[in-house]
């Protein structure tokens, strides 16, 4: 018997090979891990999107809020426009009423529509006066 130095030939299959520093990434792999980036960043928007919703419906409670009692101030003094220490200092109110962002609201007497009524607005997430996300 001789005994020959041969090697062994191994047999890979073409998703066996080493390909290099990317070798490990295939095409079904980056299929995968494009779609879970995708969903991942769908998720994200539609937290935020959420968010800023929530902010906005907790804003108009705020101002419902408010409105009721500047409306019940002035029932109590005709034709008065008061002041957000007015409110509070006269029981109206537990505290100036603020929106989602932190801000006090806005109370504008005589208001634009009704000159014999009252205007309450936020300036919105951007926080710019009149801006184009106030909330009325």
């Known amino acids: 018997m001789i005994l020959s130095s041969r090697r062994e ?6 998703w066996e090979r080493k390909r ?3 070798g490990f990434v295939s095409r ?3 299929r995968i891990f494009v779609g879970v980036a995708l969903l991942l960043a769908m998720v994200i928007w539609l937290r935020q999107r959420e968010e800023t919703a929530a902010s906005v419906r907790a804003t108009r409670a705020s101002i419902v ?3 009721r009692a500047v409306m ?3 029932a109590d003094h005709p034709g008065g426009c008061p002041r957000w220490d007015e409110l509070v200092a006269g029981g109206y109110s537990r505290d100036v009423p603020e929106d ?3 801000r006090p609201l806005r109370l504008t007497c005589p208001g634009r529509r009704d000159p014999r009524g009252f205007d ?10 009149g801006g184009l996300d106030r909330i009325e």
Request: charged share 25%; proline share 6%.
């Open 9 to 14: 030939r191994k047999v890979f299959f073409p």
């Open 20 to 22: 290099g520093l990317f």
């Open 28 to 30: 079904a792999r980056a």
């Open 65 to 67: 809020t408010a409105e």
């Open 72 to 74: 019940a101030f002035r």
């Open 100 to 102: 989602a962002w932190g």
């Open 120 to 129: 309450l607005a936020s300036d919105g997430a951007d926080g710019v006066p």
